[in-house]
């Protein structure tokens, strides 16, 4: 139970977490007008709650730890849904808003600030520790204006930094978890309870799939500049 982390989470700091992951699966169903994927992403939601709430995610002796499993299954549903026909539906929003969909990392990244804040998350999960992925969302706050101006290979190396930025972060949160290859500490255990088992199989994944949707635009982009060369 969520009592069992290393302080107890306030109401606010679990609201927060709560009331973005639904805002995000909402809005995504509402720009991509698709009931199926608002459908889609509330189950998810709601086994991934189901199962954090459970507890069985905070056991890490498994190999892999179960935790693991349930992060690679979203890995692997946003990639084929990334590279499937909806995929491409998606890489046809426009540009602006598909950089500037990475914004919402900001508010993500506050509530880690505060989970740190509060001794639920350990301090390597913020940017006063290890994660400096707010300044992706940052960047594409400042991007949202000039997107369309910039050339196709500067929003690349901004996608590319991002992307790294996201990887860095999911690395240091998994070698931070009490396994057998644990490599930091204080152990980052908070993930595994609802609500924050949101943070890595929604937050998390909304950020990789506009990662891998704008990598689909950059090339669409790039081939229709060498056809009208």
């Given amino acids: ?37 608002y459908l889609v992403g509330m189950v998810w939601a709601a086994i991934c709650a189901l199962i954090g709430y459970s507890g069985v995610l905070a056991d890490f002796s498994t190999v892999p730890p179960r935790i693991m499993l349930l992060f690679l299954v979203m890995v692997g549903g946003i990639v084929f849904l990334a590279f499937s026909r909806f995929g491409a539906r998606l890489s046809n929003l426009s540009l602006t ?30 940017w006063t520790g290890l994660n400096l992925d707010i300044f992706t969302g940052i960047s594409a706050l400042i991007l949202i204006p000039i997107a369309k101006k910039l050339p196709v290979a500067v929003l690349h190396v901004w996608n590319l930094a991002g992307f790294g930025l996201l990887a860095t972060v999911v690395t240091v949160a998994i070698l931070s978890m009490p396994t057998a290859f644990q490599q930091m500490k204080p152990d980052n255990v908070w993930v595994a309870y609802f609500p924050f088992i949101w943070l890595p199989t929604i937050l998390v994944a909304f950020a990789l799939l506009g990662h891998l949707v704008l990598f689909r635009k950059l090339k669409a982009l790039a081939g229709q500049k060498e056809d009208s060369a």
């Avoid at 505060?114 to 998350?121: K, L, M, P, R, S």
Wanted: aromatic share 8%; glycine share 8%; no cysteine.
């Fill in 97 to 126: 808003l598909i950089v500037g969909f990475q914004a919402f990392r900001i508010l993500v990244e506050i509530l880690i600030h505060q989970a740190v804040t509060e001794g639920v998350a350990p301090p390597q999960m913020t």
């Fill in 1 to 37: 139970m969520i009592h069992d982390l290393p302080a107890v989470p306030g109401a606010y700091l679990q609201a927060g977490f709560i009331l973005l992951s639904l805002a995000m699966i909402a809005g995504f169903g509402y720009v991509t007008r698709s009931k199926l994927s």
